[in-house]
């Protein structure tokens, strides 16, 4: 019976080849003709002309034949299921909103690729009052500035994850835990801030009075007459902190501790920064992070746009071609890859160096504030 079968099978086989073959003799037979008929026409045009109507007609005919099939195609696709574009159309209006959230929120930084430097009217500092000369950071997009973003839920590695160039970063800070804390008092400005001996030196030039073992706002009542204002200033994006007036601090865009610590060596600069919850001081180092793991920007970031001039250019792409894609392929496939595909290019920019090292500092350092 086996046997029966795999002859018959064998002769069904031959039968189809033999067919084929057979096929593609007639065509090369009709298309030789063909040659032939259109080569002697082209030399004697006069002579073969009856015999060319034939063979228009057949070219006819095969061009219908071609037009059926397209028609069939096109039959089918209009057959296949349209579906409803919501997944595009609710996260392009989430990003919209996002969008002009963030630059009502956030105000708009200024436009250009050089730093734009910004003189202030006279501010008070411990050498007294000074005009301070501040780089305002950059947008070159038409947005907020970066710090904005980031507290908003940008993608930022430094607030994700540990990383070798911002411990150097906290490591340059060299702040000496052993030496006490006093405050250092400049009566002839008026003005008193925490420091340990050296910094009150430093800054001052010397003119000031260091109280040892007693911070400024633990004075007691007849020894605080020269007014605390000068509080730590966290500056740029997350390390950088300096004892400021509020006004100063205000000026260059820092975040001031009006309550709580008053040494830079106590405050976790990088965490408001974040924002989001913050990130939690290391017991044994304050002014560092104990762990950075705010995982969610790889998906919180889909969502913001650096500025308008590329969030338009974005929306509108994403609009007109993810609106045809979605209704031929569906919700779930394109929310899929939408979301791999976010996530996926945010995973290869975190893994990424955060800081380019120059001579002297890092792209990180250089984003600072400049004051």
């Known amino acids: ?56 007609r057949a070219g006819r005919a095969k ?3 071609h037009t ?18 919501w997944f595009v159309s609710v996260v392009t209006a989430f990003q919209l909103a996002a969008l002009v959230t963030s630059c009502a929120l956030g105000g708009f930084a200024a436009i250009g690729l050089e730093p734009v430097s910004k003189r202030s009217d006279w501010i008070s500092t411990f050498e007294g009052s000074d005009k301070i000369v501040y780089y305002e950071s950059l947008n070159i997009w038409i947005g907020p500035a970066m710090s904005f973003l980031v507290g908003a839920g940008a993608l930022f590695p430094p607030c994700m994850r540990d990383d070798v160039h911002v411990d150097i970063a906290f490591a340059r800070l060299d702040y000496d835990a052993s030496a006490p804390l006093g405050c250092c008092e400049l009566a002839r400005h008026n003005v008193a801030g ?40 966290c500056l740029g994006m997350g390390v950088q902190c300096r004892a400021l007036t509020v006004e ?71 609009f007109v071609f993810g609106w045809h894609v979605e209704r031929l392929a569906g919700a779930l496939r394109v929310g899929l890859l939408y979301v791999l595909c976010g996530v996926g290019g945010n995973l290869v920019r975190a893994r990424r160096r955060v800081y380019q090292k120059s001579e002297e500092e890092s792209v990180f350092f250089n984003n600072w504030p400049k004051c």
């Open 63 to 65: 061009r219908r034949d």
């Open 68 to 85: 059926t099939s397209n028609v069939m195609v096109r039959q089918q696709l209009e057959a296949m299921p349209v579906f409803r574009p």
């Open 248 to 318: 100063h601090c205000a000026y260059v865009g820092g975040i001031f501790q009006h309550d709580g610590p008053e040494h830079c060596s106590q405050v976790n600069c990088l965490s408001p920064v974040c924002g989001m919850g913050g990130l939690t001081s290391d017991p044994d180092s304050p002014y560092r992070p104990a762990k950075a793991n705010q995982w969610w920007r790889f998906f919180t970031s889909l969502f913001l746009q650096s500025g308008v001039s590329v969030g338009m250019l974005l929306l509108s792409m994403q």
């Open 1 to 56: 019976m086996e046997r029966r079968d795999r002859e018959e099978m064998r002769d069904a086989e031959e039968s189809r080849r033999g067919e084929l073959r057979g096929k593609i003799k007639e065509r090369e037979r009709q298309i030789d003709e063909a040659l032939d008929l259109a080569l002697d026409y082209y030399g004697r045009p006069f002579a073969y002309h009856g015999k060319m109507k034939p063979l228009r």
């Open 194 to 233: 925490t420091t340990t001996q050296k910094e009150c030196e430093e800054t001052s030039n010397g003119l000031a009075a260091w109280k040892a073992g007693v911070v400024c706002g633990e004075r007691k009542s007849g020894s605080n007459a020269v007014a605390h204002v000068i509080r730590p200033c």
